[in-house]
Antibody
């Protein structure tokens, strides 16, 4: 059974940092690209960042570029999101999602998702 | 960035109805299009990838079509468990972008 379990979400003040983690099981982690997607309560989905299977190709949404850093440790079957200079508008539920491909920009979609971890940024 | 526009934003329908949701991309994306279903308090679930490929375990009443800029998700006969919010997403280029969602409600 494929499982993705996020952690690290918290209530923090603007300007502070957080590191999200996603531990996976049930599939060969180092064969797939991975992503972070966020959702503001009651709103739609926003793709945040993606990383290829070998960490060579990394992409970010403009809204987080320069503040967030995605990384992965294939030996630990873990995906990370380092979030610096947090803003109130970063408040959301953050999902870790598996790509159905080794690389990004393919037709195959995000086929498995975790249940998310909450990040609240408030003064 | 590629903009994805879904319509309608909300839809009321009855069990047994046939419903269609449309998604339009601001530029051609070939068939790099996925459809997701999200129920309250749950993570999104991928229903269809590559515009028309039904994912394993998804009922055959769901179907997808289209290429280029115009796409549709069709549910041939609504079941009670289908009432949810549906999103399209392009994976042609980054940033990946989602449609704004279509909330399917019981009439």
């Amino acid at each position: 059974e494929v499982q993705l379990v996020e952690s690290g979400g918290d209530l923090v003040q603007p300007g502070r940092s957080l590191r999200l983690s996603c531990v996976v099981s049930g599939f060969t982690f180092d064969e797939y690209a991975m992503h972070w997607v966020r959702q503001v309560p009651g709103k739609g989905l926003e793709w945040v960042s993606g990383i290829s299977w070998n960490s060579i190709n990394i992409k970010y949404a403009d809204s987080v570029k320069g503040r967030f850093t995605i990384s992965r440790d294939n030996a630990l079957k873990s995906l990370y999101l380092q979030m610096n200079s947090l803003r109130v508008e970063d408040t959301a539920l953050y999902y870790c999602a598996k790509d159905d491909s080794r690389v990004m920009a393919t037709p195959f979609g995000l086929d498995f998702w975790g249940q998310g971890t909450w990040v609240t940024v408030s003064p | 960035d590629i903009q994805m526009t879904q319509s309608p934003s909300s839809l009321s329908a009855s069990v047994g109805d046939r419903v269609t949701i449309t998604c339009r991309a601001s530029q051609t994306i070939s068939t790099y299009l996925g459809w997701y279903q999200q129920k309250p308090g749950k993570a999104p679930k991928l229903l269809i990838s590559a515009a028309s490929t039904l994912k394993s375990g998804v009922p055959s009443r769901f179907s997808g079509s289209g290429s280029g800029t115009d796409f549709t998700l069709t549910i041939s006969s609504l079941q009670p468990e289908d009432f949810a919010t549906y999103y399209c997403q392009q994976s042609y280029g980054t940033p990946y972008t989602f449609g704004q969602g279509t909330k399917l409600e019981i009439k």
